[in-house]
């Protein structure tokens, strides 16, 4: 299979949230795992510069990013594969950061929907990072030279400025060092939260964790909201606008489908029922995960290792980069 792999490099990156939930994994971890059979190198990413854009305690910090590595890990990243290391082992990242932020018009920047959103959460604190984020993303795929980026279309923004920013460098310094990177946006089903409203967040707390145990998997599924329309038990539901319902879809074989399909609506299936079996299917498919993620948490300093071995790797690549950087700017 390796020799039909497509040439080319995958980069993405995520904040470190700590536990994955199942919109992450669905969202986003799924993804990165398969990109891994077809591109020749995939390179992923946790970013934890960017996480200082909005967080107030770094407290955490460590914690969440050997969780959520733990998490890529037992979901299948292979360190052997893929590049899996953490964005500030690798400075010249800032570098490259500070040279893009020449070439980029500030009033693009304070255009952007995704910075217009963030102010709206923290109106006190619209720091100078947060109006660069775009600029330390761009400069995370660039510096990789990345042709590809899958991510979700929320960041379809910050990629077209990406495009835009590695044009106006090679433009302005007469080079083509850079490359202009493809987005791919991911295909998944909008995953909504527990509440069956918003989309499924750690910080909304309607979120399920991967890395739960059965039970408590089971716990948060009893609480899932599923058709408000449908108070009592005999009443008839409606899958269509059930959350329970769509995860059903993915989790659930082609007959259990089928099943709750025809009976929720003649009142045929209860919703207790029908979350039982999804908390029972979902256990099911997280198990082998979940017996990957606790051996491996059993050592932790491999786990680090895998993320220092990864920055060392990324930094090879990062180093080479600057320098034609610095060459075509003509730095001295
Ligand atoms: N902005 C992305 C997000 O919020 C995270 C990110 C940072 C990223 N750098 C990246 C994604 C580079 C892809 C490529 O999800």
Redesign the pocket.
Known sequence: MTSQKKKGRV?????PTGRQHLGNYLGAIKNYVALQDEYEECIY?I?DI?ALTTVDTTKELKNNTYEMALDWLAAGLRPDDSIIFV?SHVPEVAELHTFLSMVTPLGKLTDLPTFKEKIRYQPQNINYGLVG?PV??AA??ALYK?IV????V??AP?IEFTREVVRSFNYHYNTNVLIEPQMKATKVPKVLGIDGENKMSKSLGNHIELASSPQETQQRVMQMVTDPQRARRADPGNPDVCNVFTMHRIFSSEEEVETINVECRKAGIGCVDCKKMFAKNLNEHLAPFRARRAKLAEKPDDVWGVLDDGGKRARAIAGQTIAEVKEAIGLP
């Not at 980069?11 to 904040?15: L, N, P, T, V």
């Not at 980026?149 to 979700?152: A, D, K």
């Open positions: 980069f993405s990156g995520a904040r990413c970013v960017h964005q984020y330390l993303m995370d795929i990345a980026v899958p991510v979700g929320d960041q910050h």
